[in-house]
């Protein structure tokens, strides 16, 4: 089946109000890293769904509608609550997928770590190569208020949007950018700098070029 975005797809009205046309580009993003085969797809991946319209259908297919929240049920399941962002809602979809993260204490001190944004607006990623990607049938989708990205941003359409989706469990998401876009540091710079809780992406490792 032909990859069709949800920008490129008829949507229902309960999937078109958390998707606001103002964050297209973010949401591009979002897809490629989330549910692309390329290098752009860092961290967890879904294996079945192909985009974000095709995630949120399936949940409220599942769930009937997308109101709700679901921290409970991922507290439950042994997320700490301080993984939990405050003002956004959770939604817990079954779906296939990979998981692409690790904890930085777990890899060897000396592992290379890239920096790499990965969506407009956010910080940066700290990714670790690696074929490793342990399968999960838990989705998530992270609801949160639609926010002005800054001062030259459009003025949102929307009450709430979608901040993010990824198959297995949410962690704490980064809160600035700690080294420079598109740099090299080791697991143990991360450590010194983040502390044990700290997690990574991870990504495949790029393919080589034998020209």
Sequence with gaps: MDH?????KPLNRGIHVY????????YKAVEAKHFGQSEASIGSRFLEVTC????????????????????????????????????????VVNTPGEVGIV???YLAPDSLIEVIRTK????????????DFPKTDLGVIIIGPNEKQSDESPEPT????????????????ASEDFWPEGTEITAQDVLDKLGPDAY??????RAIDNK
């Design 4 to 8: 069709i975005s949800e920008q490129e």
């Design 19 to 26: 998707l606001p046309s103002e964050l297209a580009e973010y």
């Design 52 to 91: 974000l319209a095709e995630l949120l259908e399936l949940a409220e297919h599942q769930r009937g509608n997308l109101s709700g929240d679901d921290r409970d049920k991922l507290v439950k399941m042994g997320v700490p609550e301080t993984a939990l962002l405050p003002q956004c809602r959770y939604l």
């Design 103 to 105: 904890k930085n204490s």
């Design 120 to 131: 407009p607006n956010t910080p940066c990623s700290l990714v670790f190569r690696s074929t």
């Design 158 to 173: 929307t009450l709430e949007a979608i901040w993010t989706v990824h198959p297995g469990p949410p962690i704490s998401p």
């Design 200 to 205: 990574v992406n991870v990504a495949r490792p």
